[in-house]
């Protein structure tokens, strides 16, 4: 079968949509839920295909050549996986090594990974679907500060008597699972002082005066990569909100970002003078009579 028809999608979908049919046919196949004959070879194929498709060089060698392009033989065993050691990888994983041994181990010689491997690292904590099946690893947790996961980072550290260079891909997010070459990395990211995150979409929450809300002007907001100026319209209202596309956090593995978003709130002084006070009495008579 086709792979875009074996994973419900077209040609032009998008890296989201090509995750979340996964996500679907992988749950409905699994042979720990669904005991239908054939369920293990149909899950297999749905892994298949979804690491063709996922994979930029792979899906273009598909799109030009089909299917035998990685069947034994074919044009994939020559050219698909060629020095790349990282091929077959599932989403959110990132294979490093520190040794000098094959880059390769672990894989399957057709360059893809166990497909019950797959589906353990897509689906992290899921029932502990795979895991009889899977390679174990032991597993160490990382905690990172919010800077760290959204920008990558690099950590030394001992793991059985050993120093690792430990590499965090940019816009990992807490509970992330990653996998290395002989062991899983479970990732804690600390919350940010006014930066709240929604998968790779960050918000914040911008205190504008009153005056400013009612007149317009141009007010400083802090980004991930900087600061940027936005002009602030007149007679905005507390809680309107702004979008920075572009201006989220990086998917990991690729160059496409989340957005950013920015939600106004009017800031009310507690305290007023007797000047303010008698000014905002006039300003309130003046908008009565202009209403």
Do not use: C
């Not at 589906?119 to 899921?126: D, L, N, V």
């Not at 807490?174 to 600390?190: K, S, Y």
């Not at 702004?242 to 009017?266: E, F, H, M, N, W």
């Amino acid at each position: 079968m086709d792979y875009y028809e074996l994973l419900g999608i077209s040609k032009g979908a998008s890296e989201a949509e090509l995750k979340a049919a996964y996500r679907k046919q992988a749950l409905k196949w699994h042979p720990d839920r669904n005991k239908e004959a054939g369920a293990t070879e149909k899950f297999k194929e749905i892994n298949h295909a979804y690491e063709v498709l996922n994979d930029p060089k792979k899906k273009s060698m598909y799109d030009q050549y089909g299917k035998d392009a990685f069947e034994k033989g074919g044009y994939g065993r020559t050219n698909a996986n060629q020095g790349n050691p990282n091929a077959g990888a599932g989403p959110f994983t990132y294979s490093y090594s520190t040794g000098g041994g094959n880059p390769f181990e672990g894989f399957d010689t057709s360059g893809f990974s166990d497909p019950f491997d797959i589906f353990e690292q897509f689906f992290s904590g899921f029932g502990g679907a795979g895991r009889t099946r899977a390679r174990r690893h032991e597993i160490y947790e990382l905690v990172l500060t919010f800077d760290e996961a959204v920008h990558g980072v690099e950590k030394q550290t001992v793991i059985k008597g050993k120093n690792k260079t430990i590499k965090i891909p940019a816009g990992v997010d807490d509970g992330m699972r990653i996998r290395f070459t002989d062991f899983d990395v479970q990732v804690r990211v600390q919350a940010h002082p006014y930066f709240r995150r929604d998968g790779q979409d960050v918000s914040l929450s911008k205190e504008i005066s009153y005056s400013v809300a009612a007149l317009g002007g141009v007010v400083e907001v802090p980004t991930l990569d900087g600061v940027v100026q936005l002009r602030i319209r007149p007679g905005t209202e507390s809680g309107t909100t702004v979008r920075l596309r572009g201006q989220g956090i990086v998917y990991p593995q690729t160059a496409r970002k989340g957005d950013q978003y920015v939600i106004y709130k009017i800031k009310v002084p507690g305290h007023l003078t007797s000047k303010a006070r008698r000014l905002l009495e006039e300003l309130e008579k003046e908008l009565k009579t202009t209403t």
